[in-house]
C-alpha cells in the first residue's frame, strides 16, 4: 500500500490532542473518529496511524472500523454536502427522479463531488422526516416536500 | 381578564424543516411588542402530524394552526391572541369533507388515536423537565424505587404483557428476568435508538418531543436488572434528537434521578450518549454493542444471548425506545389497566409511522389488533388523488407488502407474520395502483443489500444475486426461470443468514411474490410494468416525470 500523503495543510498536531484525550481506551475509536472529521470534514489518512497508536489499536483496526461506517469519508468533501433521502417514502413519492435531477444540474454522480470542491452529493438512507418526503438535507439542514423548483431556488441561494 | 394561555410552537424536526425555527422567535416578538402578558409562547417536539407543520396550538383553548409560516404571526398575535378571533384560514382542513376543523381534539387523524407511548408528544416542551413531571413524570421511577423490589417491577412489567416495541416482539419482563438472575460483578442496560428502517421517524419523534419518558424507563430498567450504567445508542442522522436526550440527562442529573443514591433509594445508576455512525446492522444487538465498544458494528451468533454476555461479556439487557417509554405508564397505572389495551398477545399500543401514497402522514398510535382500514382510512383519511390503495408495507425492510384484498387484517405481532409481514419498527407506507410491487422490492434490496454487513455467507451473497434478478425483472431482460431462482434464494437467505437482517431481508420479496406474481409476470412476459414506473418498461404517455 502507498504511504498516506502527507498534506500539509492539516494540523497534524490538533489531531494528535484529540487522540490524547482518549489515550489508551479502545472504545473511545468512533467517537474520536467522530471528532476529528467534526473539524476537519473528513479522516485524513495520515491520522489513522496517530489515532492508531493512541489508543493501541492496529491501524488496520481504525481503518476498519472507518471502513465500515458509512459516515466516515476519507476524502475531502464539498463546502456545501446535499444528502438526498433514500428512505422508503421518499421513494415512492420521488426520491430517485430528485436524485436524478441534482446530478444533471451538478454534472456530478452521487458520491461525488463538483471540481470546485462547493457540493458534495450524497444519499442518505433515511432521515425520519417521511412525512414530508421527498427530502433532502443541505448542510444540516432538511427540506421537505422537494420539487424541481424548490432544487432551483435551493441552489441558486447557495451561489448567492 | 383571560385566563393565561400557551402558544406551542412545534420545533420537531420535521416543523423546523418549513421554517417553524424563524416563526417560534417571530411570535415571542410579536407578543412582547404587543404586551400580552397573558400569553406566553413555548415549544413543543414532534407532535406526529409533520406533514402540517409547522404546526402551532394554543393551549388551554386546543386551537390547531396548520402550515404556519413567518408571514401568518402578525394575524394569529392581533386576531386570535389579542382579539379572540381564532385564524380559521390556518385550521386543519379535514381532506375527506374539506371542512376546517379548528381543535386538535377534533380532528380525526388525533380523535382516533390513543396515545401512551406518544402521551407527551406535542403536549410539553421537552427541555423542560419540570413540565414533564407537572404531567406525572418521574412518579413511576420513585414508585419503583421506594416502593417496589427489583422482582415486583419485572413481575409487574410481565403481567402487563409488554412486548419489545423494536420488532421482534420478545417479552420485556422475560429479557430483564434473564439480566436479572445471570451473576455479574457488572450489568448494562441499553436504548436501542438506532432507528435505521427507512419509512420509520417513530423513535426521532418520541426522543425529539419527550426524551425523559425514555430516560424514565431506562433507569427503571436499570433498577429491576440490576444494572448501574445504561447507554443510548442513538443514529447520528438524529442530531436535534442527540440533543434533547443531552440536555434532558443534565436536567435528571440535577433534580437527583440520576447519579449515586438517587431520590435515597441507594440505587446508583449513570446514562452515557452513544452516536452511531450510520450502519443499519447496528440495530442488532450484538452489532450494536460491537458498535459501542469501538469495533466494526457486525452480528454474532447467539447464544450467548446480551443477557447472559453482552457489553464488555457482561449481562446487558436492550429495549427499544418505545419499549422504556412504555415502562413509566405501566408502573404507575399497573399492568391489569396496561394489559386490558391490544389483544391477547399482543399488548398495549403500537406506533405506526404512517406514509407514502396516504392523506395524513404522521405518527399514529393505537390499540394493537387495530384493522388496517381503520388506520388507512380512518386515521390517515385515504389515498390522495382518488387512486385506489394497492398494497400496505410494514416492517420496512425487514418486513413485508401486504395487499388492499385483506384490510382488515388487525395490526398486531401474530397476524402480521402470518400475512408474510413483520410488526417491525412500525413503519407503514401506503402504496397506491402507481406503485410497482417488483420495484419496490428491488428498491428494499437494494437497501439490504448495501446494509449487509459481508460476516455470513447466505446474506452477503444472496442480498447481491436477488437484487441482481430484481434489477433485470424491471429492465424487462428476465427470463421465466428467474422467478424460481429467486424464490429458492429467498428461501435460503431467510433460513440461513446469522442475523435479523438476513433471515428477514428476504421478506420483502417473499411477500410480493405471494401476493402480486402477476407484476413479476407482466415483466417478464409481456415486457411491461403494471404500474407504469419502471424506467426501462415505461409506456409513452407523453407525460412528462
Redesign the interface.
Known sequence: MDKPPCDERIDMQRIESIVEECKGQKWALIPVVQKIQNEFGYIPPAAIPVVAKGLRLFPSQVQGVISFYAQFYTKPRGRQIIRVCRGTACHVRGAEALLELLEERLQIQEGETTPDMEYTLETVACIGVCALAPNLVLNDQVHGQMDAEKVQQLLKKGEA | MQNKRTVFVCQG??C???GSGAVYEALKAEVAKLGLTDVEVDFTGCHG???Q?GIVAVEPEGIFYTHVTIDDVPEIVGSHLKGGNPVERLFYRDPATGRAVPRYHEINFYKKQQRVILRNCGRINPEKIDQYISKGGYRALKKALLEMTPEQVIEEVKRSGLRGRGGAGFPTGRKWEFSRNAQADRKYVICNAD???????M???VLEADPHAVIEGLITAGYATGANAGYIYVR????LAVKRIRIALEHARERGFLGRDILGSGFDFEVYI???????VCGEETALIA????????PRPRPPYPAQSGLQGKPTTINNVKTLASVPPIIEQGADWFSTIGTPKSKGTTVL?L???ILN??LVEVPMGTPLSTIIFDIGGGIPGGKRLKAV?TG?PSGGCIPAKIPDTPVDYETLTMVGSIMGSG?M?V?DED?CMVE?AR??LS?TQA?S?GKCAPCRLGTRQMLEILARITQGKAQESDLDTLFTIAKTVKECSLCGLGQTCPNPVLSTLRYFKSEYEAHINKKRCPANQCRFLRRKTGKK?
Open positions: 424536526t420535521g423546523l424543516s418549513t402530524f409533520c406533514e407543520g432507528e435505521g428502517d427507512p419509512g420509520a421517524f423513535d426521532r419523534s447520528a442522522e438524529y442530531p452513544k452516536e452511531g455512525a450510520g450502519a443499519f458498535s459501542i465498544e469501538g469495533r466494526r458494528g457486525m409511522a406514509s407514502g401514497k402522514s404522521g408495507q420496512g413503519g407506507v402504496m406503485t419496490v428498491y428494499f437497501f446494509e454487513c416525470t
